[in-house]
C-alpha cells in the first residue's frame, strides 16, 4: 500500500498517534502540527488524503480546506473537539469529505480514511463501462467512464463524493430522492435524523453549477422529502 496521507494537527500527541496507526497499516504518512507546513507539503508533495484538525494556531482547519481545495481534490476528513454540527455543515461546506469528533477510536479514523481512499481510487480509475453511462441534462453532462462533469461545456471541478451525489440524482432523473436514500447508497453507512451531510454537499455542488438555492434549474429540493433532477 503505497497511499500518502498528510495529517495536520497542532497536538503532537494525537499525530504520533494517528501517525502509529496508518504507518502500521501500510500507509506513508508525513505530518505537519500548522497550517503553514500543512500548506506548503500539499505545494511540494502528491497526497492521497488528509486529516485535518479544525484547531490550529495559525489559521483555522476550514480556511486551510478552502485554500486546499482551490487546487486540490483528494479526501479530507476533518478532526474537530467540538460537537456543534454547524462545524459539521461548514467543515463540509469548505470541502471536507468526512467529519470526525474527538476523542475517536483511531480503528474507526482508520476505516474512515480506508472508505475515502476506496472512493477517491473508483472515481479517478479508468475502466470499461457501458456506453449508456452518460446523462446529458439540459446541458448538464456527466460521464461514469471519464468521472467529468461539465455545464454547457465547461468542466465543474467535482471531488469523488459529490460526482457520487449528482450521478446518483440523474441516475434517478425525476425522483424525488431522501436524503436518507443517499446517504445510505453514497455513505455506506446508517442515516440517522439530524444528519446535515447530505444537504451540506448538496450546498456545495450548487454553487459549483451557479445553481441557486431558493431557484434552482438542476438540483432541486422538495422539502420534507429530498432532492430532484427533474
Request: aromatic share 10%.
Amino acid at each position: 500500500m503505497n497511499d500518502k496521507i498528510i495529517i495536520v494537527d497542532d497536538e503532537k500527541e494525537i499525530a504520533d498517534l494517528l501517525d502509529l496507526y496508518l504507518t502500521n497499516d501500510g500507509f506513508s504518512v508525513s505530518k505537519a502540527f500548522n497550517a503553514k507546513d500543512a500548506l506548503d507539503l500539499v505545494e511540494a508533495e502528491n497526497f492521497d488524503l488528509m486529516i485535518l484538525d479544525i484547531m490550529l494556531e495559525d489559521m483555522d482547519g476550514f480556511s486551510v480546506c478552502k485554500k486546499i481545495r482551490d487546487k486540490h481534490y483528494f479526501p479530507i476528513i476533518m478532526l474537530t473537539s467540538r460537537t456543534d454540527s454547524n462545524d459539521k455543515i461548514l467543515g463540509l461546506t469548505m470541502g471536507a469529505d468526512d467529519y470526525i469528533t474527538k476523542p475517536f477510536n483511531p480503528l474507526e479514523v482508520i476505516a474512515r480514511v480506508k472508505t475515502q481512499l476506496r472512493r477517491s481510487q473508483k472515481y479517478n480509475k479508468t475502466e470499461k463501462i457501458k456506453d449508456d453511462e452518460t446523462y446529458d441534462i439540459r446541458g448538464l453532462l456527466i460521464d461514469k467512464k471519464s468521472h467529468k462533469c461539465f455545464l454547457y461545456d465547461k468542466q465543474i471541478q467535482l471531488t469523488p463524493i459529490e460526482f457520487e451525489i449528482i450521478w446518483y440524482l440523474c441516475k434517478n432523473q425525476g425522483k424525488v430522492v431522501s436524503s436518507e436514500e443517499l446517504f445510505e447508497n453514497i455513505w455506506k453507512e446508517k442515516y440517522l435524523d439530524n444528519n446535515n451531510t447530505v444537504m451540506a454537499h448538496i450546498g456545495r455542488i450548487r454553487d459549483k453549477m451557479n445553481d441557486s438555492g431558493r431557484n434552482p434549474k438542476f438540483i432541486k429540493t422538495v422539502w420534507g422529502v429530498g432532492y430532484e433532477i427533474e
